[in-house]
């Protein structure tokens, strides 16, 4: 039975309702269809920590969807499980490939930083200062292209680049 069917939670029943109707009354081909269905089933599933069941979800939704725009979100949060599993190379690669196909996804620039900043703690903690510089360096582009596209939003960002030296 498919996720959606599923849902016992009154904010997924109400998603699941509304993106139906709107499944319906919206002309969209019966692939794109099927890649929402596979894709709010991913969502769904992420919500409650079923990373492997999202993740076969989302990598179907990438199979039958063809839009970039849409293919983007999928690959976001394809790289946010990764993020939440720890593995973070293959999270910035997600990453990367969701803002090839949509620049403009401040989250992902963000969630980028993080990763590049928490490896330079890292490297820190490993007496590399050099490397340690390099990462913060590269988290310091990523969180600029962010606060770029959202000024309001990454405040804690803005701060450390502001302390650091890094805000131009």
């Not at 599993?85 to 620039?109: C, D, I, M, S, V």
């Not at 703690?121 to 990462?135: C, F, K, N, T, V």
């Not at 590269?138 to 000024?151: R, V």
Request: proline residues 4%; negative net charge.
């Amino acid at each position: 039975m498919p996720r959606s069917r599923i849902n016992e939670n009154f904010i997924d029943k109400t998603f699941s309702i509304v993106a139906n109707i709107l499944l319906r009354i919206i002309p969209t081909t019966s692939g794109e269809k099927e890649a929402f269905t596979y894709y709010r089933d991913g969502m769904s599933a992420q919500s409650e920590g079923n990373y492997a069941e999202a993740l076969q979800n989302y990598y179907e939704a990438m199979r039958l969807e063809i839009d970039p725009y849409d293919r983007s979100y999928i690959l976001y949060n394809i790289g946010l499980i990764h993020t939440s599993n720890g593995e973070h190379t293959k999270a910035l690669e997600y990453y990367f490939r969701a803002l090839e196909r949509n620049p403009f996804l401040p989250q992902a620039f963000n969630n980028m930083a993080v990763i590049c900043h928490y490896r330079g703690e890292q490297a820190i903690r490993q007496g590399d200062s050099e490397i340690a510089e390099a990462w913060f360096n590269q988290a310091a582009e990523y969180w600029k292209q962010a606060i770029a596209l959202t000024p309001g939003n990454y405040i804690e960002a803005q701060n450390w680049l502001k302390i650091t030296g890094r805000f131009e």
